[in-house]
């Protein structure tokens, strides 16, 4: 790997799968410079329409802008403290600015990001028409934006939601009752992302990010069933596999199944990639005041289930390794494992 250029017998093996996808997934860990680079290599092979990201459509619709402009979003984020989610990160930012030039769509599947309180409300203010809930939200989102900024100088991973009593939330729906359906959704989607982040409901996560990719994929449905466009996923890796997801602690089906059965629905195929690294730096924390956590260190001891495959990565080029002969051998019980998370890597 050079920059965004790729190589290699593992890279021409790899070119050769993506041509014949439908849809290419890339499950990462989060904060590693070198997987967006990795992500602009392979649209550049695959040649997506849609690109689809691990945050939430307003984040998205934001970024999408962002981008269309000359420059770093330094102003955004100085007005909207880590707002951006992932693409508060440099790399993650130019990479959708990339993708924009190939006329790759952005599109967004989470729930309405923890940092984000501030310009939801702002957006809100903006799209309601009565008095009282135009001037409501306004001065919420002024209170919030006023406390993030105060958060980040202070150093502090601290977001105005997380502050948020019920009543904000019961007022979210009850201004917006008499008003059109965009708000109205928009109040819907807010409360329910409040719900996730108060029960730590993963399941209703997962639950809502399927909701989010069919509804996208409405207008495509044909009278012969479902015809998607070329789609490019980049998701944390727990999200993408197959089948179960990586994750031992509980039985969660996520959007890497839902695009594998969509390509099965569409006589096509998906093609599931786990980008993980060795040893390296990762970023920790988007907020630059925040110097102790900005920035990590991460080794092999963090992924030990995976030494079988890290143990015979040598020196600082990239390894590619084809996980199908040995999920064959799994499901004809030709190879037993004794680890329950290796047993998913292998057949996610």
């Given at each position: ?32 410079a070198q997987i967006p680079l ?37 102003a955004y984020l100085r007005r ?212 102790a956590k900005r920035v990590g ?52």
């Open positions: 790997m050079s920059g965004s250029q790729m190589g290699g017998a593992g890279w021409e093996k790899l070119r050769a799968d993506i041509q014949k996808s439908q849809f290419v997934l890339v499950g990462e860990d989060h904060g590693i990795f992500t602009a290599a392979v649209a550049r092979e695959f040649k997506p329409a849609i690109f689809v990201a691990e945050v939430d459509p307003y984040v998205a619709q934001a970024v999408a802008q962002l981008v269309a402009q000359p420059g770093p979003a330094t909207y403290p880590e707002a951006l989610c992932f693409f508060d990160w440099s790399e993650e930012f130019e990479l959708v600015r990339t993708l924009r030039a190939q006329q790759v769509q952005l599109l967004g599947l989470d729930q309405v990001f923890i940092t984000t309180s501030a310009p939801f409300y702002a957006q809100l203010a903006g799209l309601v028409k009565g008095k009282v809930a135009k001037s409501y939200f306004q001065r919420q989102a002024n209170k919030y934006q006023a406390q993030n900024q105060a958060f980040e100088k202070a150093g502090n991973d601290d977001f105005a939601m997380a502050k948020q009593p019920q009543s904000a939330i019961d007022s979210l729906g009850l201004l917006t009752q008499q008003e059109g359906p965009a708000a109205q959704k928009m109040a819907h989607d807010y409360a329910l992302s409040y719900t996730i982040y108060q029960k730590q409901a993963h399941q209703l996560r997962v639950n809502l990010m399927k909701q989010n990719l069919v509804q996208a994929l409405l207008p495509y449905q044909t009278a012969t069933g479902p015809a998607a466009p070329k789609m490019l996923f980049k998701f944390g890796s727990n999200h993408l596999a197959r089948g179960l997801s990586q994750s031992v602690k509980g039985e969660f089906y996520d959007i890497g199944n839902v695009v594998q059965n969509l390509a099965d629905i569409q006589g096509q195929k998906s093609l599931h990639l786990y980008i993980i690294g060795k040893q390296g730096e990762r970023a920790e924390s988007d907020n630059p005041n925040f110097p260190t991460y080794t092999v001891a963090e992924n030990p289930e995976l030494l079988p495959f890290l143990s015979q990565v040598a020196g600082p080029a990239w390894s590619a390794f084809d996980l199908r002969p040995l999920r064959r051998a799994l499901t004809t019980s030709k190879l037993q494992l004794a680890n329950p998370s290796l047993e998913r890597t292998i057949l996610g």
